[in-house]
Nanobody, 123 residues
Framework: QVQLVESGGGSVQAGGSLRLSCAASGGTFSRYTMGWFRQGPGKEREFVAVSIWGGGNSYYADSVKGRFTIARDNAKNTVYLQMNSLKPEDTAVYYC????????????????WGQGTQVTVSS
């Protein structure tokens, strides 16, 4: 059983930064491909970023490319999402998840999810 716990959300003004953390327990974290998704008010959950296990590539949604960075610390069983130059449209609940198969970009490809952390960006 894998458990994921996000933290680091909060309220920030446009142009500001936040760093989200997702701590994992259970299993072998270093072998997990980990993703971040978000769900804004009245919107469907959408892909944000993914970190491929074993030192593989990272991929980003076009909407966050160049502003957000996904990173991981396998020694701490933690994946991070550094968010810079935040915009009001980044307001959402952010979730981390473990990839199980299929497409990196679809939530159906992930089996374990955290509870989410709220990010609110004001203009």
């Amino acid at each position: 059983q894998v458990q994921l716990v996000e933290s680091g959300g909060g309220s920030v003004q446009a142009g500001g930064s936040l760093r989200l953390s997702c701590a994992a327990s259970g299993g072998t974290f270093s072998r997990y491909t980990m993703g971040w998704f978000r769900q804004g008010p009245g919107k469907e959950r959408e892909f944000v970023a993914v970190s491929i296990w074993g030192g593989g590539n990272s991929y980003y949604a076009d909407s966050v490319k160049g502003r957000f960075t996904i990173a991981r610390d396998n020694a701490k069983n933690t994946v991070y999402l550094q968010m810079n130059s935040l915009k009001p449209e980044d307001t959402a609940v952010y979730y981390c998840a473990r990839f199980q198969g299929g497409s990196y970009y679809r939530s159906s490809g992930y089996d374990y999810w955290g509870q989410g952390t709220q990010v609110t960006v004001s203009s």
